[in-house]
């Protein structure tokens, strides 16, 4: 079909045509024929040019395909002026818009002397050539570079024709630890590696390759597998096969069924240098380990991957069975401390961890002693002490076991010397020493002999045991004993002195007192001085009576005690003697010093008061007391039913009474009491007496009152005491008044003759006042006197904290009150026929107000009001009312005058009603 261009409209008027045809398709290219015609509609053309141009889409070109020159174009005719051949390429994958376009012109352009014409243009689609399904990339490889670097190669498989390539890329594929397999680069066509930097130590990474292009995906290629570094064994196992060999393996670290494929085994002996044990044990596997005694091991593992090694693991330290020390021995340094050696054993520095000192005590059992780490070859026992055998033991230890215990000899500190050495004659020259308290180490004993209390020890004399005989001389001697081993020896132990066979020495005598009471039998004893050291064997006591008559009291044996006679008032003397070993003469020995003391009578004391009844305070207490050594002290006493001391107090001696007032102590009406009185004489004896006595308190007279009405509507009260001979005196009067079932204080410890004034009597009824006399013992009197204020028809508010001032105001009194009480108030719907009222329930509270209003007719009441309510303490104040009523109010005032009223004042108050209270009565 041919396609025309628009007409070219001049002196020829003519237009271009085109014809393309489709002549052949093949797989890379489309041929097509392209003819160009001209038309001409007004006059011949006799000559001009024909163009066929080429151009695709996105090409903003035109290229020529070929020109020719026709030679004429007749009138109204159709010239067919060029005809061509041409091929466009079809491309993989990419669609192609080849366009074709021929033009005539005709004479007088101004390019080449030619018009061009009008174009007519062809637009051609070329498909787009297929690709087929592209070859699988080949010689797959994979190379390890760190655990962070693993890089994948192959080999291109494809052919090349025109611009375009079979392959669109290539896809890089990853298996991690076993696996799915994730895409994880893509490449483009021409890349043959690629460089894994996403990779980790203690991982198995598997990778493949494969091409692409639209038609779809090759078969996948594989490259190989590549494990990284593995981690380091969770730990070392390590068990024991016998004492000296072991079954070696690694804990499995984390992953590595992934990344470990074999395990490396070394051992360091005695901290020395490794030493491989297997280079190649499966993972999980053990290899076995021959050691040998007294070394100590420690092993090493790690694993492989596929290129290499991890990190090592390294197990504890085992030991085999130490060495034992040898040469042990002590050495004595003090008494408090011994030196213990020994010498280090086979290989000590590699497998000994410390050694272990034991000490047996007087061939006691072993107890520890000290723990030394690493390898020492002593140890300074300071814990020794005096009087002791010592021996030692000492063992090396490791942590798996502990060497044979090697001992030391025996070491002896100071025994101890003897606590009481005793020497006593067995003859008139012949003493047997004796010791107590002995070194259970000691293995001999040095026995020295002294002549008297200021002679020379003698040379000592060696003996084995104890006790034994020594020669003595006549008179006192004097022995001590030390006992020894070895070159050691104990402090010396001295005897008392001992005299063979000689007369008793004058005894001493004890706990004779200085003065005894006539007619009691006191005790003497003494203390035997025999310096043989035999013992008693008889005693005489000899007392002097006052009147000189001399009595012995003979005691046999070792008593050293005897009883006195009955003593009778005067001087007395006593004195003793004793007999022992000594036989010469009658065998006694000196008398004693006489002990003098005296024998007094007890002092005299008799109460004469109080009597059987108390019925009033004080009470006295009187008592007659004598003795020849005079009175140093007395005391007197209350003592109540139970016994108890209710009251005491210490006297002078020369005191015979003494008042108890109420101060002092206030007994109970009606309890029964006794009055005890004790003497203390010169002699220091004492004596006494009591009386027994019932509490009857009697009471005081009766008081009376003088009343006295002020004009500020008060009462001054003026107390009489009005004694009465021979009952308790008045100590204080309570006033109190009386009204309307109330009873109030007004004063307390009031004195005869003072005065109260009470200042909120009521008004316009009948009252009265309670006197009440206390004595000093508390008995009480009651008296009364009636009382009436008439107030003239006034009332009174009183203010301050004594309602000391009063303002009286009643004249045109105008008065009138208000009582309200609080609660709730409910409607219950109660059905038909119910009461329609609600229903109250009071909660007890009150609400009492009012108003007062007064008149007044002289200024200075007037202004003692104002005065009055203007201070903010009166705004609370007392309201006595016309009719006996008395209120605690609070106030608020209105005053008001008129000038047509002259002279005339009113006052308003409104009141509300609040708790009482009692003024200060002063």
């Known amino acids: 079909m041919t396609v025309w261009g628009s007409w070219v409209k001049n002196e020829w008027n003519f237009r271009s045509g085109i014809n393309v045809t489709q002549t052949g398709v093949s797989d890379d290219h489309y041929t097509f024929a392209v003819d160009g015609y001209s038309q001409s509609t007004q006059s011949v053309i006799n000559y001009g040019k024909s163009v066929i141009q080429w151009s695709e889409s996105g090409d903003p070109n035109w290229h020529d395909l070929g020109t020719v020159y026709p030679s004429g174009l007749g009138y109204g005719a159709t010239a067919h002026n060029i005809s061509l051949t041409d091929t466009f390429t079809r491309y993989y994958g990419k669609t192609r818009t080849a366009q074709y376009r021929h033009w005539f012109s005709s004479p007088g352009s101004s390019d080449s002397a030619y018009q061009?014409?009008?174009?007519?243009?062809?637009?051609?689609?070329?498909?787009?050539?297929?690709?087929?399904?592209?070859?699988?990339?080949?010689?797959?490889?994979?190379?390890?570079?760190?655990?962070?670097?693993?890089?994948?190669?192959?080999?291109?498989?494809?052919?090349?024709?025109?611009?375009?390539?079979?392959w669109t890329g290539v896809y890089v594929w990853r298996s991690t630890d076993g696996g799915s397999w994730a895409k994880v680069a893509t490449l483009s066509w021409d890349k043959t590696s690629w460089a894994d930097t996403t990779t980790a130590a203690n991982h198995s990474y598997a990778y493949q390759v494969s091409s692409y292009n639209p038609s779809g995906e090759s078969a996948w290629t594989a490259c190989g597998t590549v494990r990284t570094t593995p981690s380091a064994p969770a730990g070392v196992a390590v068990t024991r096969a016998s004492a000296t060999a072991f079954k070696v393996g690694a804990t499995s670290g984390s992953n590595w069924g992934n990344s470990a494929t074999k395990v490396h085994v070394r051992v360091a002996v005695d901290g020395g240098d490794w030493?491989?044990?297997?280079?190649?044990?499966?993972?999980?596997?053990?290899?076995?380990?021959?050691?040998?005694?007294?070394?100590?091991?420690?092993?090493?593992?790690?694993?492989?991957?596929?290129?290499?090694?991890?990190?090592?693991?390294?197990?504890?330290?085992?030991?085999?069975?130490?060495?034992?020390?040898?040469?042990?021995?002590?050495?004595?340094?003090?008494d408090a401390s011994q030196r213990v050696t020994w010498a280090l054993g086979a290989n000590a520095a590699a497998c000994w961890q410390g050694v272990y000192v034991q000490r047996s005590v007087d061939g006691g059992a072993w107890a520890s002693l000290a723990s030394l780490s690493g390898t020492p070859t002593n140890h300074t026992d300071g814990s020794t002490e005096a009087d002791h055998r010592y021996r030692y033991r000492v063992a090396s230890y490791n942590s798996y076991a502990t060497s044979g215990w090697v001992e030391?000899?025996?070491?002896?500190?100071?025994?101890?010397?003897?606590?009481?050495?005793t020497a006593a004659a067995t003859g008139p020259a012949a003493v047997e020493v004796s010791a107590s308290g002995l070194s259970a180490i000691a293995e001999a004993f040095e026995v020295s002999h002294r002549a008297g209390a200021a002679g020379e020890w003698e040379a000592a004399t060696s003996v084995s045991s104890l006790p034994c005989a020594m020669s003595s001389v006549a008179g006192e001697n004097y022995y001590r004993v030390r006992a020894l081993r070895g070159s050691l020896a104990s402090a010396w132990t001295e005897s008392a002195g001992v005299t063979t066979v000689a007369q008793p020495k004058a005894p001493t005598l004890t706990g004779v007192s200085a003065r005894y009471a006539t007619g009691s039998t006191p005790e003497v004893s003494w203390v035997t001085n025999h310096p043989d050291g035999s013992a008693q064997v008889a005693a005489q006591v000899e007392h002097t009576a006052p009147d000189g008559t001399t009595k012995t009291i003979d005691v046999s044996g070792a008593i050293a005690s005897a009883t006195l006679p009955a003593l009778a008032k005067g001087h007395h003397s006593v004195r003793v003697r004793t007999k022992g070993a000594w036989t010469e003469g009658d065998g006694w020995g000196e008398w004693s010093a006489s002990a003098e003391f005296d024998a007094y009578d007890l002092p005299d004391v008799s109460l004469t008061s109080p009597g059987d009844t108390v019925d009033r305070m004080p009470v006295t207490v009187e008592w007659e007391a004598s003795d020849e050594t005079g009175i140093a002290s007395q005391s007197v006493e209350l003592v109540d039913a139970s016994g108890s001391v209710a009251f005491a107090v210490t006297l002078a001696g020369e005191a015979r009474s003494f008042t108890i007032t109420?101060?002092?102590?206030?007994?109970?009406?009606?309890?029964?009491?006794?009055?005890?009185?004790?003497?203390?004489?010169?002699?220091?004896?004492?004596?006494?007496?009591?009386?027994?006595?019932?509490?009857?308190?009697?009471?005081?007279?009766?008081?009376?009152?003088?009343?006295?009405?002020?004009?500020?509507?008060?009462?001054?009260?003026?107390?009489?005491?009005a004694a009465v001979e021979g009952l308790p005196a008045t100590d204080y009067v309570s006033l109190w008044r009386e009204y309307d079932g109330e009873t109030t204080l007004l004063a307390d410890g009031m004195g005869d003759g003072e005065e109260a004034i009470d200042y909120l009597p009521p008004l316009n009824?009948?009252?009265?006042?309670?006197?009440?006399?206390?004595?000093?013992?508390?008995?009480?009197?009651?008296?009364?006197?009636?009382?009436?204020?008439?107030?003239?028809?006034?009332?009174?508010?009183?203010?301050?904290?004594?309602?000391?001032?009063?303002?009286?105001?009643?004249?045109?009194?105008?008065?009138?009150?208000?009582?309200?009480?609080?609660?709730?108030?409910?409607?219950?719907?109660?059905?038909?026929?119910?009461?329609?009222?609600?229903?109250?329930?009071?909660?007890?509270?009150?609400?009492?107000?009012?108003?007062?209003?007064?008149?007044?007719?002289?200024?200075?009441?007037?202004r003692e009001l104002l005065s009055a309510i203007r201070d903010p303490a009166c705004a609370v104040c007392w309201y006595r009312d016309f009719w006996g009523g008395r209120h605690r109010v609070m106030a608020t005032w209105q005053t008001s005058y008129a000038s047509s009223s002259y002279s005339l004042w009113r006052a308003t108050a409104s009141v509300t009603e609040v708790a009482w209270e009692e003024p200060n009565h002063g």
């Open 116 to 166: 061009a014409g009008g174009y007519a243009q062809v637009d051609l689609t070329i498909a787009a050539r297929p690709y087929a399904k592209p070859r699988a990339p080949k010689s797959g490889r994979v190379a390890y570079t760190s655990d962070n670097s693993i890089t994948v190669g192959w080999q291109a498989d494809y052919d090349g024709t025109y611009d375009a390539q079979p």
């Open 275 to 334: 030493k491989d044990v297997s280079t190649s044990i499966a993972v999980g596997g053990t290899v076995a380990y021959s050691g040998a005694a007294n070394h100590r091991y420690q092993f090493a593992c790690r694993a492989w991957g596929t290129n290499s090694w991890g990190a090592w693991a390294y197990s504890a330290t085992y030991y085999t069975a130490p060495s034992a020390p040898t040469g042990a021995a002590v050495a004595r340094a003090s």
């Open 408 to 421: 030391t000899g025996d070491v002896y500190t100071t025994p101890r010397a003897p606590s009481v050495v």
């Open 662 to 721: 109420a101060q002092d102590f206030l007994p109970d009406n009606g309890a029964s009491y006794a009055a005890r009185v004790e003497v203390t004489a010169g002699s220091s004896f004492t004596s006494g007496d009591e009386s027994p006595f019932t509490v009857a308190w009697d009471s005081p007279s009766t008081p009376r009152a003088a009343l006295t009405v002020t004009d500020g509507l008060a009462v001054r009260v003026r107390v009489d005491f």
């Open 765 to 862: 009824a009948d009252f009265s006042y309670v006197l009440v006399a206390h004595s000093e013992s508390t008995a009480q009197t009651r008296g009364t006197a009636a009382g009436r204020v008439d107030s003239d028809g006034m009332e009174a508010f009183s203010f301050g904290a004594d309602a000391s001032r009063c303002l009286m105001l009643g004249l045109s009194a105008d008065v009138s009150d208000s009582v309200a009480h609080t609660g709730e108030t409910f409607r219950f719907a109660l059905g038909e026929g119910a009461a329609n009222l609600p229903t109250f329930y009071p909660d007890g509270g009150t609400s009492a107000t009012g108003t007062r209003s007064y008149d007044m007719t002289r200024v200075s009441q007037y």
